[in-house]
């Protein structure tokens, strides 16, 4: 019973290069979390997502960060024009249906920008 | 403003006793709680939830859950040296399904 997947484990990108970051959730689960661990801070949620759906990206930044969670295939968290400020761990996480908050994480994606 | 805080330690407890760990929340709309252990470069991994008011038991951890109080604590019994991580309390709060973290409390089990 596989659980959330992400790949890339560690990625590295250069200032103003394009970062794409995948999550595939546990078998069953249609409800997709995105949180970002900035260095020595805590975890801090981005954006909920359903199959097709942007539940709540409230805690997106506004400019160069966007998610999607399509009927077929990973959710992707797409970070352009990366920055250095951008460096950190992004963790997915999924959930099964809407009866239940319990979310379980993915190994995460260590995010280096040079 | 909804938040969780913890105490961020470290704290350390010798092999064998109780370690007691303590969470406070800022809203009372607050609905699900839970423990994460996350081990340095790793990612958080859920030890227990708990929805309601009392204490709730698995194996050697017992999550206490006072909403009157707004706190949320968990007691890991016989403490391990492989239970030293950084553990992190979440909140969900009202209707909204993420969740909301403290800012972790580093545990130290000393052989």
């Known amino acids: 019973n596989a659980g959330v997947m992400q790949n890339p484990r560690h990625l590295v990108r250069r200032r103003g290069q394009e970062a794409r970051l995948r999550c595939s959730p546990m078998k069953g689960h249609s409800h997709v979390y995105w949180y970002r661990q900035l260095p020595e801070e805590g975890l801090k949620f981005m954006v909920y997502l359903q199959k097709e759906n942007i539940i709540d990206e409230s805690g997106m930044p506004k400019e160069r960060f966007s998610a999607e969670f399509p009927k077929e295939g990973p959710s992707i968290l797409r970070i352009q024009q990366v920055v250095r400020g951008d460096s950190a761990a992004y963790f997915c996480?999924?959930?099964?249906?809407?009866?239940?908050?319990?979310?379980?994480f993915g190994p995460g994606t260590r995010l280096t920008v040079l | 403003q909804k938040e969780v805080e913890q105490n961020s330690g470290p704290l350390s407890v010798p092999e064998g006793a109780i370690a007691s760990l303590n969470c406070t929340y800022s809203d009372r709309g607050s609905q699900s709680f839970f423990w994460y252990r996350q081990y340095s470069g790793k990612s958080p991994e859920l030890i227990m939830f708990i929805y309601s008011n009392g204490d709730k038991e698995d194996g050697r951890f017992t999550a206490q859950l006072n909403k009157a109080s707004q706190y949320v604590s968990l007691l890991i019994r016989d403490s391990q040296p492989s239970d030293s991580a950084t553990y992190l309390c979440a909140v969900t709060f009202g209707s909204a399904r993420q969740l909301t973290f403290g800012s972790g409390t580093q545990l130290t089990v000393l052989p």
């Open positions: 996480a999924s959930s099964p249906a809407a009866h239940t908050d319990t979310q379980y």
